[in-house]
């Protein structure tokens, strides 16, 4: 199949395919305990744990939970930051056969009552912080075990203290409630011991929550081997081996912080470093301390960590792979970024990567050695990729604009409980292959380079054409005076949608009529007439999804309700 993928003349020492284990996810941890027994797994603000100790906490998690009713085919929901009880209690749900459906753990009572409903789970993980909201929740299957975990469960002594004088004493204490099992009772009290399921490798692993293309939180099946091929993809290309270690700052209900952070770690006998609350700060202070090998985040997190002054001093030549996804990649960015890491002793380049929590998290991502300028790379070993005409399985030739089609082993199972959604995301071709329709648009170049464009939903169409919000972004990013960029359509009585552009200044005091005037003309230099913004909105901030994006949607909602307030459109 060589001639079909073009882009495997540019792997350089990453092997062109990989064999992949028939086992389940508890397994391949079993199997690195086993291997390297004594080498550290994870690291959560100072403490941790081996992988002898890790999977001893998994044996006990899952007597645990056996104990309480969880049994193989059931549901356990997962509402945790990245931590060792989420962590742990995600793989002694695998042991058992149960289906882990992980969630952010700020979501609100309804966004619990859904996921519950969704998942029609019983069994329920939280911190004590957010007994409240689940408490709240009227399922239509009643919840009826509610785990409490906290924060200092894993915490030195000090440490503890240290919380409990910041933020443990404001947390409320939590009522007399039959529901109710602490985490730390549980992991202390015997428990029979319970064999693992037959499970296989094919099987169910976990739900992940995705908007999809209505906006609707769908649950994503995904199998273990599923996560066995992206963990073991994502290692080989990023060179992740016994010893490395890698910041989980992204979050383990995210397909990214889950697979990759969290995953593939293990699977590789590496270490990762769990961070449960993410900030640029933070993120400055772990580079500085505990100098990890592999950094994964997305596009603000990059530029904020580009503008740290903490980093100005800092050792940077840990880092051996960095890679940036979930969003455009604005080209200052990365090069602010380089310049840092390469001014403090560092030689990696900030790579660009692209995925979807429909093949787990990312797919393909740009090799260690070969830049092409806007690509968000080639396939990862084992996954294919191609350009289908939209809304057809038609493929189409090279430097054609079309939808990003992708197949191979990461490809999730479906749609929980949606056939109809997943027969229009998963279509077979006349190759005979199961291709994912990603709702993403894109191009191939000839040697298999791929380019991201926009997602079909976001596509702006102003006056019949068509409008890249970011194409757009990165001429405004271009511009000395702005710091931060987003391009949206909104509702326009004329044109049906118009271009608005949304920035931050890196001078707030020059946000004036005379700014606005410049930076339209700096785009109309650049892009042609209807990609142009016919207004620009200067503001404070920007506001960022749960995993750092940019989140264009609230701004295009506040936009649209001030609009109406004042009688525009």
Request: aromatic share 8%.
């Amino acid at each position: 199949m060589t001639e079909t993928r073009p882009w495997l003349r540019y792997y350089g020492k990453v092997p062109h395919s990989l064999s992949y284990p028939e086992i389940t996810l508890y397994q391949a941890v079993a199997a690195t305990a086993a291997r390297v027994p004594d080498e550290i797994a994870w690291d959560f603000l100072d403490t941790t744990s081996t992988y002898r100790t890790f999977l001893a906490s998994i044996d006990a998690c899952a007597n645990a939970l056996a104990a309480l009713g969880l049994s193989a085919g059931e549901r356990i929901l997962i509402s945790m930051p990245t931590s060792p009880q989420g962590v742990i209690a995600f793989y002694a749900a695998n042991k058992l056969g149960a289906l882990p459906a992980l969630i952010h753990p700020l979501s609100t009572a309804p966004e619990i009552e859904h996921y519950l409903n969704a998942s029609g789970a019983r069994i329920a993980l939280t911190l004590d912080a957010f007994y409240a909201r689940f408490a709240a929740v009227k399922p239509r299957r009643p919840l009826q075990t509610l785990i409490l975990a906290r924060i200092p469960d894993y915490l030195s002594p000090l440490k503890k203290f240290g919380f409990w004088l910041t933020k443990g004493r404001k947390i409320p204490g939590v009522p007399a409630d039959a529901r109710v099992r602490w985490w730390s009772d549980l992991m202390a009290a015997a428990h029979p011991s319970v064999p693992r399921s037959g499970a296989t490798t094919h099987d169910p692993a976990a739900i992940l929550f995705s908007g999809g293309t209505t906006g609707v939180p769908k649950g994503i099946v995904l199998s273990n081997r599923n996560f066995i091929a992206e963990g073991m993809q994502a290692a080989a290309w990023g060179e992740m081996a016994q010893g490395h270690s890698i910041l989980a700052i992204l979050p383990i209900f995210h397909g990214f912080g889950l697979g990759v952070c969290v995953n593939a770690a293990f699977m590789a006998g590496g270490k990762s470093i769990l961070v449960p609350m993410f900030s640029a700060e933070v993120v400055a202070k772990l580079l500085r301390t505990k100098r990890p090998n592999l950094l994964v985040g997305v596009p603000t997190l990059y530029d904020a960590l580009s503008r740290d002054p903490s980093l100005a001093k800092a050792d940077l030549s840990c880092l051996s792979a960095t890679f940036s996804g979930a969003d455009t990649l604005p080209r200052p960015v990365k090069e602010r970024f380089e310049k840092l890491v390469t001014a403090r002793g560092g030689r990696v380049k900030l790579l660009e990567g692209y995925g979807l929590t429909e093949a787990v998290t990312a797919i393909m991502a740009t090799p260690l050695d070969e830049y092409r300028e806007g690509s968000i790379g080639i396939p990862f070993p084992d996954m294919v990729a191609k350009i289908c005409r939209v809304g057809t399985e038609e493929p189409l030739v090279p430097g054609e604009e079309g939808e990003i089609c992708v197949a191979g082993p990461a490809v999730m199972i479906g749609y929980l409980d949606d056939a109809e959604a997943t027969r229009e995301t998963l279509r077979t071709h006349a190759d005979g292959r199961t291709w994912l329709h990603t709702g993403d648009l894109g191009k191939m170049d000839a040697d298999g380079f791929f380019y991201f464009t926009v997602r079909l939903k976001r596509m702006i169409k102003s006056s019949g054409f068509n409008v890249y919000p970011a194409q757009v972004e990165a001429v405004l990013y271009q511009h000395p005076l702005v710091a931060e960029a987003c391009v949206a359509g909104v509702p326009d009585v004329s044109q049906v949608e118009r271009v608005q552009a949304f920035v931050v200044l890196k001078n707030a005091a020059l946000a004036n009529a005379d700014t606005e005037r410049a930076l339209i003309e700096h785009c109309r230099a650049q892009l042609i007439k209807w990609s142009c913004p016919r207004e620009i909105e200067f503001c404070a901030e920007l506001p960022k999804t749960r995993v750092g994006k940019i989140d264009y949607k609230v701004l295009v909602q506040e936009y649209t309700a001030k609009q109406g307030e004042q009688g525009k459109s």
